[in-house]
């Protein structure tokens, strides 16, 4: 009997397992961003609940912008460690913006300005609904300019609008 596929906002729902501390090493998928970040190798970093991402999604007000990057900062200060793993952060940033998107449809609204976050360095993220292009077009209504480089979009000027504090 085939199981029934999960949908994005059973997705988003907390785990049991979460959060989880580690010792930062060279082998995680996310090392090079974490460190990046600060963290070093042996640091205590953390792997957190949906929830707490989309708390932080959930504060960017119209006009302000956030990237992964100080959603993970903000997230390894309140838990007290050297980092966050961007990896799984970056993976409930998409899934959150999909559980809007679902839930649009079923006529509820989850509240989350998905669009407002971006990848690093004021990257569009291609995984959004409506890829780039679609995050571009929800940026723009929000008064956001969106330049390409190649074949990526960023905020122009993304720095100036970043949210200051969580």
Known sequence: MASKKKTWQEKLADKKNLPKFLTLEQRFPCYNAVHKMGAQIGDTIVLV????VVEHMKKVPHGKLVTIVEICKSIAQRHNVKGCCSLTTGIFIM???NAVEEAKQ???????????TLKAD?????????????????????????????????????????????
């Open 49 to 52: 609940n949906p929830g707490e």
């Open 95 to 97: 899934t959150a913006a």
């Open 106 to 116: 079923e006529g509820k609204d989850l509240a989350i300005p998905y669009w407002r």
């Open 122 to 166: 004021g990257l569009l993220n291609e995984k959004f609904p409506g890829g780039a292009q679609g995050h571009k077009e929800l940026l723009e209504k929000d008064g956001f300019t969106v330049v390409q480089k190649g074949k990526r979009f960023f905020v122009q000027d993304y720095h100036n609008y970043l949210l200051e504090d969580f």
